[in-house]
């Protein structure tokens, strides 16, 4: 390791295989974090469908969240978009672990019917070959068949991006190539639980923009100057973000990986995503205040009070349906009751 300043060795590696990205390092400036307020920054809409099916009409949902989270789609024609979904650590035999690839090829069509410029990148937290974890995902195949270009973003070459949020002792990000270049990073998480946060989505899920080549897996450094500083300042430093949540088949228990299927059959989207994760919260009976990543985020990143976020589609109160957590120390104040929790 090097001093405090540059706490990350400069070494980049390019991408493997010629199916994944490559270029040149590209000479953007360095991204700054804008302050959410209630005057500057109005709109923390979150709309959420229910009754949602991966073989159902998903284009059609997730434009018509957009829409009403006040998404401009003049505003994306000709802009680079890029979709980041979860695929952590991809088995066959628990797809609910990772975003499902028709959430994805749905949210490509969405854009590209608004003439957005589309790729899929991700940089897989516990895997360093990530062609496989593209077959093991099913995003491969969807990759493949809607003609969409993928990034790997653990091994793209990078550039520095200024520490925006200034909470962990990093001066600095190594952003890869594809995430500079984007006009637009759309956060496509898997709702679950987290066995170290409580909750993991729409912001923790940016975790995968961070390459493992210079941050090891899982992410290590990361890890080792605390995950909801860390959090907070990806969120912060990095460029204009949104979310699409796949909330139809979770996990609850062990998540990230090791928990357990829950079908709640919903689909999220907010251009603001402290408000979406605050809400995700809800709908888990979580109290997202406890969450530590959001208690930092709150009112500067967005709203984590109800009053404060405006409920676009279906009401979050019918839908609550405790998620499961594991019954540890610190993770038994997440919620009012002392149910649901399993060893």
């Known amino acids: 390791m090097s001093d405090s300043s540059d706490p990350i060795h400069p070494t980049s590696k390019q991408d493997r295989r010629g199916f994944l990205v490559s270029g040149a390092v590209v000479a953007a400036g360095a991204a700054g974090v804008a302050y959410w307020n209630q005057r500057s920054q109005p709109n923390s809409s979150v709309f959420i469908a229910r009754n949602q099916k991966y073989d159902g009409e998903l284009v059609r949902t997730i434009r018509d969240g957009l829409i009403a989270c006040e998404f401009d789609p003049a505003w994306v024609a000709g802009k680079r978009v890029l979709l980041k979904p979860n695929l952590v650590e991809p088995s066959r035999l628990a797809p609910h672990m ?65 520490n925006a949020g200034r909470s962990c002792a990093l001066k600095q990000f190594y952003f890869p190539q594809s995430v500079i270049e984007a006009d637009l990073i759309v956060s496509m998480p898997k709702m679950k639980t987290h066995h170290w946060m409580g909750l993991t989505g729409a912001m923790k899920n940016l975790y995968g923009v961070i390459p493992g080549c210079k941050y090891g897996w899982p992410k290590n450094v990361l890890h080792f100057n605390g995950i909801p500083q860390t959090v907070f300042d990806i ?40 408000a979406v994760d605050s809400t995700l919260c809800r709908i888990m009976d979580i109290l997202p205040e406890r969450i530590p990543y959001l208690a930092l985020a709150a009112d500067k990143l967005g709203p984590l009070r109800e009053s404060q976020i405006t409920q676009r589609g279906e009401s979050w109160r019918p839908l609550v349906d405790p998620f499961l957590l594991l019954d540890r120390d610190h993770l038994r104040g997440l919620r009012e009751a002392k149910t649901h929790f399993v060893t």
């Open 235 to 274: 969120n912060s430093s990095v460029g204009r973000t949104m979310t699409i949540v796949d909330g139809i088949d979770c996990m609850e228990g062990d998540g990230p990986i090791l928990g357990t299927k829950k079908t709640m059959g919903l689909v999220l989207v907010g251009q603001n995503l402290t």
């Open 98 to 162: 990772t975003t499902h690839p028709a959430m994805i090829q749905a949210a490509a069509e969405v854009f590209r019917s608004w003439n957005a410029e589309v790729m899929v990148g991700e940089g897989p937290g516990h895997v360093r070959d990530t062609e496989q974890a593209l077959l093991d995902s099913g995003v491969m195949e969807a990759l493949h068949d809607a003609k969409l270009s993928f990034a790997d973003l653990n091994y793209q070459q990078v550039r520095s991006v200024k």
